[in-house]
């Protein structure tokens, strides 16, 4: 059965390829002005060089300078820069910080303390002023 399948798939394929195979066409060239095509070849002129900024003086290492300084730019800093920022830890420690309230909560619960204490910091350690030295200011809260 396999090799009945693949005689199949071989002749259809034979013919397929028999379909886009190139077809001759034969093009009658005329050419009505001889002159055009019968001129000796001329000196090529050099162009004039426009320095990139690197040297005033010598193009090759001008071009050199270009390159170099576009192959640092681009390959160095925007390449491995971008690598090196899109796989830098955690700048905001949002990770951190996420971790520790699990890790707090989960030693508030086992010690039957409420999960949050509405004295974060002890009272009896915040000083505040008294009325006296507050006087006439405005409080906002």
Known sequence: MAALFRMNCVHGLRRGLA???RKDT????????????DKEETQL???????????DEDEAEDVHSLHQTMF?????????????????????QVDWAQREAYLQLRHREEHG???IDPNVVDPSKIKLPSDEELG?????I
């Open 45 to 55: 002129v050099k162009k004039k060089w426009v320095s990139y900024g690197y040297s």
């Open 113 to 115: 303390l409420p999960l």
């Open 19 to 21: 379909l886009a195979a």
């Open 72 to 92: 640092i730019t681009v390959t160095i800093c925007f390449v491995f820069g971008a690598a090196v920022v899109a796989y830098f830890p955690d700048m905001t």
């Open 136 to 140: 006439d200011m405005d409080i906002i």
């Open 26 to 37: 034969t093009c009658r060239r005329i050419t009505t002005t001889t002159s055009r095509y």
